[in-house]
T-cell receptor, first 117, second 113 residues
Framework: AQKITQTQPGMFVQEKEAVTLDCTYD???????LFWYKQPSSGEMIFLIY??????QNATEGRYSLNFQKARKSANLVISASQLGDSAMYFC??????????????FGKGTHLIIQP | KAGVTQTPRYLIKTRGQQVTLSCSPI?????VSWYQQTPGQGLQFLFE???????NKGNFPGRFSGRQFSNSRSEMNVSTLELGDSALYLC????????????FGPGTRLTVT
């Protein structure tokens, strides 16, 4: 079974609208971290936001927020007031295990977001 | 603070050759992880190093190896290159094994012909 599922291969959104990118995860480990990364066409993976499994509040970083619903194993990324520069691939990722684990990040297939003027 | 650097950025090799990629982590970061990204398989974990020791390795053949130096810089090596090894190889650094966050470098794009 896939550990990270991103069900939206591609999305078109009008500039200045809010965007929600879906991510569901699967783990039996009580300790884990969830991440969102942005990958522009240049290829670099840009860290956006992090949510720990024990965090009580949803993480926020500027225009990015993570809608963490633990019981549903959901970690959706919300981008408020989208901009043309937000056009990129977006990856949801998880790292399992206490203290960061040792198995690296498991990534979803990604969502290709295109912001239209 | 400088980010993660990777060299070279682009590389073209021939089947059967070997290749070495280099990664310098963020200053103060002691863990380095490597990932392979291909259109077919997506992003896959290769291995992670901390204090010059490999902590774990992903599901890759023995042709893929790595090492970490005392200054935390890391290299990965792929021997006997195959066409399927063409990929973007990304390096990520983190403060240490007790932390979750990872910061990526720009990647090395390897093309095997």
């Amino acid at each position: 079974a896939q550990k990270i599922t991103q069900t939206q291969p591609g999305m078109f959104v009008q500039e200045k609208e809010a965007v929600t990118l879906d991510c569901t995860y699967d783990t039996s480990d009580p300790s884990y971290g969830l991440f969102w990364y942005k990958q522009p066409s240049s290829g670099e993976m840009i860290f956006l936001i992090y949510q720990g499994s024990y965090d009580q509040q949803n993480a926020t970083e500027g225009r990015y927020s993570l809608n963490f619903q633990k019981a549903r194993k959901s970690a959706n990324l919300v981008i408020s007031a989208s901009q043309l520069g937000d056009s990129a691939m977006y990856f949801c990722a998880m790292r399992e295990g206490q203290g960061g684990g040792a198995d690296g990040l498991t990534f979803g297939k990604g969502t290709h977001l295109i912001i239209q003027p | 603070k400088a980010g993660v650097t990777q060299t070279p950025r682009y590389l073209i090799k021939t089947r059967g050759q070997q290749v070495t990629l280099s990664c310098s982590p963020i200053s103060g970061h002691r863990s380095v992880s490597w990932y392979q990204q291909t259109p077919g398989q997506g992003l896959q974990f290769l291995f992670e190093y901390f204090s010059e020791t490999q902590r774990n390795k992903g599901n890759f053949p023995g042709r893929f190896s790595g090492r970490q130096f005392s200054n935390s810089r890391s290299e990965m090596n792929v021997s006997t290159l195959e066409l399927g090894d063409s990929a973007l190889y990304l390096c990520a650094s983190s403060p240490g094994p007790g932390t979750y966050e990872q910061y990526f470098g720009p990647g090395t794009r390897l093309t095997v012909t």
